[in-house]
């Protein structure tokens, strides 16, 4: 490792005592290096004593765990507009396969009975998108029929 890219990595710290291996072996290794880390650390805590207001606790947790609590992407989530949208392709492709020129030609190659198949195959990526629907949108819908119940 590098001095200048140790005291860069150095100065980025917040807690000197979890500095990895590789900085601790060059810390160990150069006197120029651990020498000027002792006198960054020296100066850091000066000015934390001479401070006027003292935090009585880190507020380092009570911040990680709010965004942790946070909703990911949560503008980025779909609408049910879109998903009422997307199930209703998958539905018309379903009943429109039927009618396609390829289907038309496989049915003709294959006999009546690639019909079946095909429904089966379309009928379980119906479930899927039902199933993918449900699973992300649980709570919005609970709440839904919760409300709906009480309404009643």
């Known amino acids: 490792m590098k001095c200048e890219v140790f005291i860069t990595e150095f100065m980025a710290m917040d807690d000197y005592r979890s500095m990895g291996l590789r900085m601790k072996l060059h810390m160990r290794f150069c006197r120029k290096c651990r020498s000027e880390a002792r006198e960054i650390k020296g100066a850091i805590d000066r000015l934390q004593q001479g401070a006027p207001f003292r935090m009585k606790s880190s507020v380092a947790g009570p911040v990680m765990e709010s965004i942790m609590r946070r909703e990911a992407f949560a503008e980025g989530r779909i609408t049910g507009t879109k998903w009422f949208s997307i199930g209703s392709v998958i539905f018309l ?13 496989l049915k003709a190659v294959f006999g009546a009975d690639l019909a079946v ?22 709570e919005s819908m609970r709440s839904a029929i919760n409300n709906y119940l009480k309404k009643l």
Do not use: K, Q, R
């Open 93 to 105: 492709s379903m009943f429109l396969i039927n009618f396609s020129d390829s289907f038309i030609w």
């Open 117 to 138: 198949p095909v429904s089966i195959v379309l009928g379980s990526i119906l479930s899927l998108y039902a199933m993918i629907v449900t699973a992300i949108n649980y």
